[in-house]
């Protein structure tokens, strides 16, 4: 039974568009649907990922 030092990680799907982070350390709320990245700088709203313009019409 290894725990890893780190378990701190957000889902997949929250995790940083740009490099993929998902140590939740590295990811801070910088509003309430904003978050940044430590590791890459990349901010993004894991709430509503809908950036860059790709809205599934259909
Ligand atoms: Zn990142």
């Known amino acids: 039974m290894s725990t890893?030092?780190?378990d701190n990680?957000?889902?997949p799907e929250d995790a940083c568009?740009?490099?993929g982070e998902?140590?939740?350390d590295r990811l801070v709320?910088?509003?309430d649907d904003l978050v940044r990245c430590s590791a890459c700088g990349a901010e993004y709203d894991?709430?509503?990922r809908a950036k860059g313009g790709g809205d599934d019409a259909q």
């Open 4 to 6: 890893p030092s780190h």
């Open 9 to 11: 990680l957000v889902a």
């Open 17 to 19: 568009p740009r490099c």
């Open 22 to 24: 998902r140590d939740a």
């Open 29 to 31: 709320w910088v509003e």
């Open 46 to 48: 894991p709430l509503r």
